[in-house]
């Protein structure tokens, strides 16, 4: 007979065992077309507070859009490109912790500006491809 302190622990495995992967899952990509997803292409994805940044090369043929939430204490950020986009369109698109636009430009091979002025919190940043091959990177620091 399995006693209540056994079921209590299995309670507790499975709970730790959720926090886990939902831990894993925030600020992690999703695609909106699995089968074509970034991973093959072992995309570096460094999400610290107030830094951000995003790098993956031999992209080939690749449609998908990722969304991540970033931590900004700041109002305002700066995005950093030095992208290599053969062909396809890449977009970038951030919102602050209340949901507002504060940027939305395509990836290019080299610039660096600033976003709109927003709430500090947990940002949003959306990038979206179509078709795409080359090699895309950038960052975006606390302004």
Known sequence: MTS?????RSTTSI??????VMALTVGCSSSSNPNSSLNAFQPEIVNNQDAFSFQATAIDNVTATMVYTWQ???????INHSSAVDSGTVSVTMTDANGTQVYANPLVASLNEPTATGVAGAWTITVTLTNVYGT??????KL
């Not at 209540?4 to 209590?8: A, D, E, L, N, P």
């Open 72 to 78: 900004n204490t700041g109002q305002q950020a700066t």
């Open 136 to 141: 895309l990177n950038f960052s975006s620091t």
């Open 4 to 8: 209540f302190t056994s079921i209590k």
């Open 15 to 20: 709970a730790v065992a959720l926090v886990a």
